[in-house]
Each structure stands twice: as structure tokens, then as C-alpha cells.
């Protein structure tokens, strides 16, 4: 069964400012349809098989990771939640706080 995929606010936060981010410093779009191409795809791949990523410390999250980003999701019976997309070259502290 193919399961719905929801994006939580944070998440689609999140994607909106890595994609503007990756626009103004190359002033260009190009990087940034790629990437949320990369993104897309991620996200499919999810949908049809949850199992796909890295089982977390927190039970029932996983995480997905395209190229310097990390995708962390949730499954549920029916439903895909995307939680947030957060870049691995910060400060690992800081994530505590988004995944409350």
C-alpha cells in the first residue's frame, strides 16, 4: 500500500530556505532544481519504502540523507510525516531543538 506523504511546517520551512539559500549565493537556479529534484526523488523513494533510512534514537523516526542534507521522517500505518530537512554541516546541538 502507498502511503501519504505530509510535510509538516517546519519541513516545507525548511526546504523553502535551503532552496532560497542555494539561489542567492549562486545567484542562479540551476543548483537549486537539482537539488529539489534530489529531494523529490528522496522523498518518492521514502514513500515506497519507508525501511530506506537510518533508524534514529527516537522510535518510529528515520532519516533519508541527500547529498549534505538530512531528510527525518516518520511513519505511521498510513501516512508519511516529513518532520524536517536539515543540513548536517550545523551545529549538531541545534537539531535537538528542531526535532522537538
Do not use: C
Amino acid at each position: 500500500m502507498v502511503k501519504q506523504v505530509v510535510w509538516s511546517p517546519r519541513a516545507h520551512k525548511d526546504r523553502r530556505e535551503i532552496l532560497d539559500y542555494w539561489v542567492k549565493r549562486n545567484k542562479s537556479n540551476v543548483y537549486s532544481k537539482k537539488l529539489n529534484q534530489l529531494i523529490k526523488e528522496a522523498i518518492q523513494l521514502i514513500r515506497d519504502f519507508p525501511h530506506i533510512g537510518k533508524q534514529t534514537d527516537e522510535p518510529n523516526t528515520r532519516i533519508k540523507v541527500v547529498r549534505d542534507y538530512l531528510i527525518f521522517y516518520e511513519e505511521t500505518p498510513t501516512e508519511i510525516h516529513i518532520l524536517a530537512i536539515w543540513d548536517k554541516r550545523q551545529d549538531p546541538d541545534r537539531l535537538k531543538e528542531v526535532l522537538k
